[in-house]
């Protein structure tokens, strides 16, 4: 059963989410200092945050990668259910982002044109053979 194009661009959108959540979760329980604003100048937090990435991705790599983040580590999905991933257990609340606020005005032309090239796009040429399933 084929999902609409408006489902299919939901799923994904929330899936890309998810991802950006992992990632960051991960990030800020191994690199604390990202779980406070960082009071620096632009591009000494820029800094900051490049430093963690490339530790981040020089642990990934290699025989450390099963160290640093076990099998479990990210979120997954099973059956179109979301598995936490052990990252979530921290017990910090601030490894998460803050929910999405919904704005009860319309959104710009320009905002509705790009969100309709990306349900065309998503339902399209770059279609996953997953995305009908769960959306």
Partial sequence: DKG??????????????????NAFGILSAVFRVLRKPLLLEPEKARLVVLTTLYLHNFLRSGNSNQIYTPPGTFDSEEDGLLIEGTWRRDGNPENSFLPIRRLPRKSPLNAQQIRNELAEYFSSNGAVSFQDKYA
């Fill in 4 to 21: 609409t194009p408006e489902r299919i661009f939901n799923y994904r959108l929330s899936r890309a989410r998810r991802i950006v959540e």
